[in-house]
């Protein structure tokens, strides 16, 4: 097999139109979420909040595979870009009658679904848009893109949420997803086209292969690092999909934070990673991927544990402080593993089965994002949000060490 190595970067166009769907797409995103955590946690326990991010991390654990099937059976990746992103805003759409909390659960897994296809298709088209040379300002430029938009999304909630009922906020949200589905038929497809036919059979076939690989499939696991690489993933995932599930809750009713502030605080990190994500991925050309990426796995442990100290002062302007430093931890370290795996699985992808490794980021961030909800609510509902923290901050540093230990670098810095 032959590695990916798309030479011609993308024209301005092409680049603006993925700095704006980057943007809109997590302005809707994380408006959703965020808002969902309010109000459900309003209503029910610690448990009840973080399922509702288990169910989307669960729709990404199980359809990335599928989808990155799909785009690299049929290389019709423009098509899936435009019809998941539809998709998966029209699965809120149910929200704008009815908020209960069942069915924002229901809404947020099927949202997952479809967003899945859409983040493995998107990542694939970026990277290959900034060429072998420049791939990692490539994706540092849309996740910076992808980062005004949290701050957007994550600024406006606080205010939002005071401001309408439930079913009016996701009106909101859709139009956010549809202006984003509006900006994807900019997009033009750089990987290479292909004419085989999707079958039942083959979609089966090609799905099991991506989920249990084996033979010269594994081979690239083995001899890259990369299999421990998605196992790095799982375990760091699972303190931060945990933490971020309960996160909005925990500032609000543990450190004592108004709607506003808190909205606030949650910003701090999109507006760092404005700035970090394209400096780290002009990083990543120069000094290679596996540096950043065990920074990054590392951090996520150092954030959890910052957080839990905002309890200790008994001011409100240190508790703001507090806070703020760990969503700034959570920047710097998220760019670095971002930036890192992204470009370090572009840099060892063959050219057949890119969309089915990105995928694969994917469903090792979802089966994380599964677990670790899970564990974080049932701690915190038993003890406390702190406690929850504080035990999940482990599983980030067993992962950094096992990356650190296995992954083999596989690009050169000119």
Request: net charge positive; glycine share 12%; with cysteine.
């Amino acid at each position: 097999m032959v590695v990916n190595q798309q030479a011609r970067p993308a024209g301005r166009g092409q680049r603006s139109a993925l700095a704006l769907i980057g943007l809109s797409r997590v302005a809707c995103g994380s408006l959703f979420g965020t808002a969902m955590a309010l109000y459900i946690g309003e209503q029910g326990s610690p448990f009840a909040v973080s399922l509702a991010y288990a169910a989307f991390s669960f729709g990404l654990f199980v359809f990335a595979p599928v989808w990155g099937a799909i785009a690299d059976i049929t290389g019709r990746r423009r098509a899936i870009l435009v019809g998941t992103a539809f998709l998966s805003t029209l699965a809120i759409v149910p929200l704008t009658l009815t908020a209960s909390v069942p069915l924002q659960i229901v809404c947020r897994g099927l949202f997952a679904v479809f967003t899945a296809g859409f983040q493995s298709v998107i990542l694939t088209i970026v990277s290959e848009s900034g060429g072998e040379s420049g791939r990692g300002r490539s994706i540092g430029f849309y996740s910076s893109a992808r980062s005004s938009g949290a701050i957007s999304g994550r600024l406006f909630v606080g205010y939002l949420v005071g401001l309408l009922v439930p079913t009016d906020l996701y009106l909101v949200v859709v139009g956010l997803g549809l202006v984003a589905t509006l900006l994807t038929l900019r997009i033009s497809d750089p990987t290479p086209p292909s004419e085989a036919t999707l079958t039942a059979g083959r979609l089966l076939r090609e799905v099991r292969g991506r989920l249990l690989p084996g033979g010269t499939r594994r081979e690239l696991f083995e001899r890259t690092g990369l299999g421990w690489l998605y196992v790095g993933l799982v375990l760091r995932n699972m303190t931060e999909k945990g933490f971020i599930s309960v996160v909005p809750v925990f500032l609000v009713a543990d450190v004592g934070l108004s709607n506003v502030v808190m909205g606030a605080v949650l910003a701090v990190s999109p507006a760092v990673r404005v700035v970090s994500m394209y400096g780290f991925g002009r990083l990543s050309d120069a000094v290679g991927r596996k540096k950043l990426i065990v920074g990054g796995l590392a951090g996520s442990g150092v954030q959890a544990l910052v957080i839990v100290l905002a309890l200790v002062p008994d001011g409100r302007l240190a508790r703001i402080g507090i806070s703020s430093t760990a969503f700034v931890v959570h920047a710097v370290t998220f760019s670095m593993l971002t930036v890192g795996t992204i470009a370090f699985v572009a840099d060892v992808a063959p050219v057949d089965r890119e969309s089915e490794l990105m995928g694969l980021r994917s469903t090792a961030r979802g089966l994380g994002g599964v677990l670790g909800p899970l564990v974080v609510g049932a701690l915190a509902t038993r003890f406390d949000y702190a406690t929850a923290f504080v035990c999940t901050s482990v599983l980030a540093f067993v992962a950094a060490g096992l990356v650190g230990r296995t992954l083999t670098e596989n690009f050169s810095p000119d």
